[in-house]
């Protein structure tokens, strides 16, 4: 069975930084892709960020220049270090992996973490 565990989040002040861990097992970690999706209430989960083994990554384009995902090989675990966050960047981020390497469209993820809240305030 496959698990995401996550931590971080939590709440900050625009402008301010937060960041995101999600540990897996081995198999998960080299099996597949992984990232972050996030959701607001009464809108659809939207990507955020993806990484793959090899440190390949892809943003949506409201978060490039402001987040950055990274892992850590020896610890299975990927980052999402999330700076100069703003009111619009609330939501509920879900750690997720998948087979395809795709953000916009959360149908081709295959596995999501238990999520973690985020509350910029202004």
């Known amino acids: 069975q496959v698990q995401l565990v996550e931590s971080g989040g939590g709440s900050v002040q625009a402008g301010g930084s937060l960041r995101l861990s999600c540990v897996t097992s081995?198999?998960?970690?080299?099996?597949?892709?992984m990232g972050w999706f996030r959701q607001v209430p009464g809108k659809e989960r939207e990507g955020v960020a993806l990484?793959?083994?090899?440190?390949?990554?892809l943003y949506a384009d409201s978060v490039k220049g402001r987040f950055t995902i990274s892992q850590d090989n020896a610890k299975n675990t990927r980052y999402l270090q999330m700076n100069s966050l703003k009111p619009e960047d609330t939501a509920i981020y879900y750690c997720?992996?998948?087979?395809?390497?795709?953000?916009?469209?959360?149908?081709?993820?295959?596995?999501w973490g238990q999520g973690t809240q985020v509350t910029v305030s202004s």
């Open positions: 997720m992996a998948g087979r395809a390497f795709i953000l916009r469209d959360s149908r081709y993820v295959q596995y």
């Open positions: 990484i793959d083994s090899s440190g390949y990554t």
């Open positions: 081995a198999y998960t970690y080299n099996t597949y892709y």
